[in-house]
């Protein structure tokens, strides 16, 4: 076989290898859409927000609200962060946060809830109901009442009436029995705790029962499902995939979770207190 022959083989063989490359290695599904996301996550907002409050001996950090763009493959949160302080305690809401469809699912229970805390220099990352961590049983802020059933209810002080309404405890009491189980069988163990009946979380927290207004909220029953269904398909792709994260974050004992890109923590309210 002379050379010109091998040379004309050479070429066909390298455009049809490419052609092969560019038709057959673009899909838009949603599997390879997440797939592809997976090479930009990075560390968990969490991770960031627990660094940047690493000198606060005491603090807590809600869900505050979750929001999704599907058309582009976008799952977004907005944290709560309350800080204590020694004459008062400050609350401020961050600016939103991309996260991975696998950090998005991981959480899509716990929006109002806590989903870290830090009391006395002590991390936890179970998700509780909101105050339970440091603020409800701490003869500091209130005291235990009872109703007129005989109910055990919690009641802060006068100058931190305004912790009823940032906790949803005016739609939902903390009731002692519930704080009893959270700290019986849950606190520090990892477990998340939604009270009996998912009476705490995110199908609790809605903005028609808290004064809230939310954009998770205000989405349709339908777009939170297909949200819901969604998410959950993507984690189980990424977790038959067994990738290795390089989160410290961990909601239980899954170090899976990672966001896409995250933008600066910053002040959105000021202090409450004394």
């Given at each position: ?13 390298v455009?049809f290898i ?9 899909s838009?599904?949603y ?7 997976l090479?930009?996550?990075?560390k ?6 627990i660094?940047q ?8 950090i809600l ?5 999704a ?12 962060v ?7 305690v400050?609350?401020r ?10 950090e998005?699912e991981?959480?899509?229970d716990?929006?109002g ?6 009391k ?17 049983g701490?003869?500091k ?12 209810f ?9 912790m009823s ?16 189980n959270y ?6 163990t990892g477990r ?7 009476y705490?979380?995110?199908r ?6 808290t004064?809230?207004?939310t ?9 939170k ?8 398909r993507?984690a ?32 959105r ?6």
């Open positions: 076989m002379n050379n010109n022959i091998i040379n004309i083989i050479i070429v066909l063989l455009g490419v052609f092969k490359t560019c038709s057959g290695g673009s838009n599904s599997e390879d859409r997440s797939r592809d996301r090479s930009e996550w990075r968990s907002p969490i991770d960031e927000l660094r409050l690493s000198d606060e001996p005491t603090y807590s869900l505050y609200d979750m929001d763009d599907e058309s582009e493959d976008i799952y977004r949160h907005q944290y709560r309350i800080i204590e302080k020694p004459d008062t400050m609350a809401e961050t600016t939103w946060y991309d996260v991975s469809p696998v998005f991981q959480h899509i716990d929006m809830m806590t989903i870290v805390s830090k006395n220099g002590v991390l936890h990352k179970e998700t509780s109901p909101a105050g339970y961590d440091n603020y409800v701490n003869e802020y209130g005291q235990w009442r009872r109703d007129s059933g005989g109910n055990s919690w009641e802060f002080y006068g100058r931190y009436a305004f309404s940032m906790f949803n405890m005016i739609a939902y009491p903390a009731r002692y029995s519930y704080w009893n700290y019986g069988g849950y606190y520090g998340s705790y939604y009270g009996p009946n998912n705490y979380g995110t609790s927290y809605t903005s028609s029962n004064g809230q207004k954009n998770w909220g205000s989405r349709p029953s339908s777009f499902q297909k949200v819901r269904n969604n998410v959950a993507s189980a792709a990424s977790s038959s995939r067994s990738y290795s994260s390089g989160s410290s974050y961990s909601k239980t004992s899954r170090n899976d979770s990672r966001s896409s890109s995250s933008t600066g923590y910053r002040s309210s000021g202090g409450f207190g004394k």
